[in-house]
């Protein structure tokens, strides 16, 4: 009905159908439900700004995807090697400490995206995974056999960009040595 409607204004419906969030349940508290992030929905969220993502490298995206749970312990010591970035939007605000959340990181849903794979608005990332954060763990939201099909992709893309790098320097390298012969005939 909501989609047929009419209105004395020009209607936009963008992304009818998309899923962004998915329910959980009742939460322990109120018995207000609990929800955490759709995998088909996450470009969308984070297009439209989602805050609570955060960038890793591609060394972490595969270890955590190859065993689709991390002790949180992992996710500290990436964190304090520089392969995650925006590790502080897990970490509980003043305002959250000051209403008495225990410090560490705060639970719940959030994107996992690639060191530089988010572009700027309006662009899709480059690979993006939801996951599950809890004081104990991080967790993936995708089924063993997509964890494995973007392990895969990602082990293509290094193949690809070392053997593409590889032929531009010996391009490089070619350009240089007719150079090279192109002088020596001119003497």
């Avoid at 060191?115 to 004081?135: D, I």
Wanted: charged residues 20%; glycine residues 8%; aromatic residues 4%.
């Amino acid at each position: 009905r909501f989609l047929d409607g009419t209105a004395p204004f020009k209607l936009h419906v963008c992304y009818a159908g998309v899923r962004i969030l998915e329910q959980l349940g009742a939460s322990r508290l109120n018995d207000q439900p609990m929800w955490r992030l759709a995998q088909e929905g996450l470009p969308l969220l984070l297009r439209h700004g989602l805050q609570r993502h955060i960038s890793v490298s591609v060394r972490f995206m595969r270890q955590w995807l190859t065993s689709k749970e991390l002790d949180v312990n992992e996710l500290h010591k990436a964190a304090e090697a520089g392969e995650i970035e925006g590790f502080e939007r897990l970490k509980p605000t003043p305002e959250q400490l000051l209403a008495g959340h225990p410090p560490g990181l705060v639970s719940g849903g959030l994107a996992v995206t690639l060191l530089g794979s988010h572009e700027p608005c309006g662009k899709h990332p480059g690979l993006a995974v939801c996951a599950l954060l809890s004081q104990k763990s991080i967790t993936s939201y995708v089924s063993q056999v997509e964890a494995t099909a973007l392990c895969e992709s990602l082990e293509l893309e290094a193949r690809t960009t070392a053997m593409l790098s590889g032929s531009l320097k010996m391009q490089i390298e070619t350009d240089q040595n007719e150079g090279e012969y192109d002088e020596q005939e001119e003497m």
